[in-house]
């Protein structure tokens, strides 16, 4: 019952009809789109395609050298999303742990590891990401998780804090009557009550995530060989697709870093009001 | 009679949790004194009624025998059926928890909302591994529904708790204790939060467990009404302290304590003669990190004499066991 009254919210939600709908297509376009069109970003262009607006061939038109552009927005979606997903899966499996076990231990534990947590919310992410993808090298696990351990800290404070509220209810202390452990409580009393704040969180991290990635790529840290949206937009800029008007190479995967992104604060924000009832719709 | 359980000089502190600045002072560090050298017994089948105002401690106390307190927060002796709870390395006896279960007093607060009823009640079961088995697990938690007065008991198994009523809720946590079946109940405020037509039927379920089943209870209330109905006997607690102890007509009917009596006079009745005289209390009670000196009630008492101010008051057996705490028999 509870199960479809959250679909229900869900899908009664517009934001969240709207982001579901954007995160559905992608999927499709990840999972289907590059087996149909096979690209392989070694293989260059004739000299008469490079940098060739959009035509009937190409239909975003060509790059600096002479590779289709759609396919490499194909191509890269599944890159873009299987790091934005698996760095959030990272963030999360750490954020949880970490306010878990912070909340609930109590005392110094949660005082060193809220400080740690503090350091991480402190630190200036980008130069940090940037130092440790580039003391790794550039490739896409690398960027996995370079990215993972950067974005766990605002999590493990929103679950720290749950645990708090949760920890003092009378079912947990009736467990604690009967004899139950420590972790039957955390497994069976607290997890199963912060998880729907988790799930909600999961989703906005992903989309910080992501943005991430694009970010990294743009800035030169990706992996060339599997290019994802931000890699493209990298090479865009390096070949002066901006100076020369060539809008098709730069517009099309910002677009869709922005749709994506879109689409996970959307949702986000529909859960947030699903699981958050301050935020509920009357 | 080998008595149940016995509690020897129970008492507990909590420590107050400085702030930085008093800290720095050097200010001395504060305990709030919630249970000052308690001694009580609670016989087999029998319910002992805690009666006392919010804050005098008895759910604390409550707690001291569910073992629900940090370890060195408790100080004194507990003696179940003879044994020691604690062997000399501090392990609490193993199988404790399957003797002695606790109800709460807030039905709607005390379930998991996310766990059907038959994981709720089975929950007791598979924390002490009684059973593996879902058929073995089964049958205890439905013959367990049934005692609490759940059924048919297979319906309920499915739910979750928010689809239950509060009488019916607190039914399932009495099952989730019976499942186990303990040997003491401590029953923490059961019936304050349901509504007065459901209350008789949750008493008249802890009467018929004992009659039936021979389970204990150490029924914590503030209602000395309640108490009078249910208990065999009475325990009345201030401030931490038991001030009257004994059979339950032999305090209700003659109460020796001025607190027993204000308690008293405050019931309800339906008629009061014009001329009659009420005991009734005044202010609050005082703060458990200061207690006062002597008799700890003596702030508050109407009858407190210069004595009740620097000792405190001796215990009196008044005869048949009735044990009284004060000075104004002397």
Not at chain 1, 30 to 46: H, K, L, R
Request: hydrophobic share 45%; net charge positive.
């Amino acid at each position: 019952m509870e199960k479809n009254h959250f679909l229900k919210v869900f899908i009664n939600n517009k934001m969240g009809k709207v982001g579901l709908f954007i995160f559905v297509a992608f999927i499709l376009i990840a999972t289907i789109g590059p087996v149909i069109v096979n690209y392989d970003p070694q293989v260059f262009g004739e000299k008469a395609d490079v940098l060739q607006p959009p035509s009937r061939a190409h239909l975003l038109g060509t790059d600096d050298l002479g590779r289709d552009v759609l396919k490499a927005i194909i191509a890269g979606s599944r890159v873009s999303l299987i790091v934005g997903i698996l760095a959030t899966c990272i963030s999360m499996v750490i954020g949880t742990s970490v306010g878990i076990l912070s909340g609930y231990a109590g005392g110094q534990v949660d005082n060193v590891l809220m400080r740690l947590t503090d350091i991480f919310l402190v630190l200036p992410w980008l130069p940090l990401m940037l130092v440790l993808a580039a003391l790794l090298g550039a490739s896409i696990w690398n960027i996995i998780f370079v990215i993972g351990i950067t974005g766990w800290a605002g999590t493990a404070r929103i679950v720290r804090a749950q645990t708090l509220s949760e920890k003092e209810r009378q079912y947990v202390e009736r467990a604690r009557s009967i004899g139950a452990s420590d972790l039957h409580i955390i497994w069976h009393h607290i997890f199963p009550n912060v998880f729907p704040l988790i799930f909600a969180n999961t989703i906005l991290v992903t989309a910080v995530s992501i943005l991430s990635e694009t970010t990294l790529s743009f800035l030169g840290m990706g992996d060339v060989t599997r290019p994802s949206w931000g890699t493209t937009l990298h090479f865009a800029f390096e070949s002066g697709a901006l100076s020369n008007k060539a809008y098709w190479y730069f517009l099309p995967p910002g677009l869709c870093v922005l749709m994506l992104v879109l689409s996970f604060t959307l949702m986000g924000f529909a859960l947030d009001e699903i699981v958050n009832p301050k935020l509920r719709e009357r | 009679m080998e008595p149940l359980i016995q509690l020897k000089n129970i008492r507990v502190k909590f420590p107050v949790k400085r702030g930085f600045a008093s800290m720095i002072a050097g200010q001395e560090k504060k305990v709030v004194h919630a249970v000052n050298g308690i001694n009580l017994e609670i016989g087999k089948s029998e319910i002992m009624a805690l009666v006392g105002e919010s804050g005098s401690g008895k759910t604390t106390l409550g707690k001291v025998i569910t073992v629900l307190h940090p370890k060195d927060a408790v100080a004194g002796e507990i003696v179940f059926l003879g044994e020691s709870l604690w062997d000399e390395k501090g392990k609490l006896k193993s199988g404790y928890h399957q003797e002695v279960c606790m109800i709460f007093q807030d039905p709607y607060q005390s379930l998991n909302p996310k766990h059907k009823i038959e994981k709720i009640v089975s929950e007791p079961l598979v924390v002490n591994k009684i059973s593996k088995s879902k058929a073995v697990l089964r049958v205890r938690v439905i013959q367990a529904l049934e005692d609490a007065g759940l059924v048919p008991a297979v319906d309920f198994l499915d739910r979750y708790p928010h689809e239950l009523s509060g009488g019916q809720r607190q039914r399932v946590v009495v099952a989730s204790a019976l499942v186990m079946s303990p040997k003491l109940i401590v029953a923490d405020e059961p019936v304050s939060m349901l509504d007065v037509s459901i209350r008789s039927e949750i008493l008249k379920l802890l009467l018929k467990l004992r009659d039936e089943k021979g389970i204990s209870c150490l029924f914590i209330t503030h209602d000395i009404s309640l108490a009078w109905a249910i208990s065999d006997k009475i325990g009345v607690m201030y401030l931490g302290t038991m001030l009257e102890y004994g059979d339950t007509e032999s305090v209700i009917q003659n109460p020796q304590n001025p607190y027993t009596r204000a308690l008293i006079d405050i019931m309800p009745k339906m008629r009061v003669r014009k001329n009659e005289k009420r005991m009734l209390l005044k202010g609050e009670t005082p703060n458990p990190i200061e207690l006062p000196e002597g008799c700890v009630f003596h702030p508050r008492c109407p009858l407190a004499m210069a004595c009740c101010k620097a000792t405190k008051p001796p215990s009196r057996d008044v005869g048949n066991g009735h044990i009284n705490v004060c000075h104004l028999l002397e």
